[in-house]
């Protein structure tokens, strides 16, 4: 059977690909923080056999020792990611070195790592949640922009590294998805601006286009 590991199975988009993934009979690895969530979305999956990996991916790339040891998969999917919004004349060095942390430094470390370590297995995928702001943002966007543009562009450069033993690694950069990130944003703001509101997709059709890459 094939094993994938799911890098923030707890919510939103990583959620919905574990489902997905189950569905398909994937043995899934969830991880997350929030204990609760995390079994409760496994408490949804078709099958049985998937386990729970807990863990702070911040913590992770600071310390590769932190990391629990994580059978080899055919995949890992990305999705843990954070976006917090700043008026660019209010950025803090603090703010910014928090959103880098969580969505650039600790997946360019840690899938260093899983490489390394034969976590991902030769012939294996790796797919990226990048973001389409990354080319096309709005105000407040700036630091959360440069992090999924720094993704995607590092993503480029691991694709031709990591061929070499086969694994294909892939960013996919969807629109605004209906997340509880999104919702978060929704709340604080009193809606989002330029039509995203309206053309905002669902978790299970990124969840599925992460399938159909599979196929
Ligand atoms: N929502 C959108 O419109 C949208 C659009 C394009 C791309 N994306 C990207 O897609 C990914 C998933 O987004 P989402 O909307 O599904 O977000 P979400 O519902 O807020 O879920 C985020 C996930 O990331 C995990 N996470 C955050 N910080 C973490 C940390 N320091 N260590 C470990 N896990 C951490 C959370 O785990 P816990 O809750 O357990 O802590 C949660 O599972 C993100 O990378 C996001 O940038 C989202």
Known sequence: MNRALVIGASSGIGAATAVALAAKGWEVLLHGRDAERLAAVRA???????TLVSGDVVEWAEDPKRIPPIEPVDLVVWSAGICELSAAQMLSLKA?????????????V???HFYRKGVVRDGGTIVLLGSEAAHDAGE???VYAASKGGLAAAARVLAKEFARRRVRVVCLEPGTVDTPMTRRLVAAFGGLKGGHME???SPEHVAAQIVALLG
Request: a positive charge; proline letters at 3%.
């Open 140 to 142: 407040g966007f700036a």
């Open 110 to 112: 840690v899938l260093s």
């Open 96 to 108: 910014v070195r928090r959103t880098l942390a969580v969505n650039l430094e600790a997946p360019l």
């Open 199 to 201: 053309r905002m997709i």
């Open 44 to 50: 949804q999956l078709d099958g049985a056999g998937h």
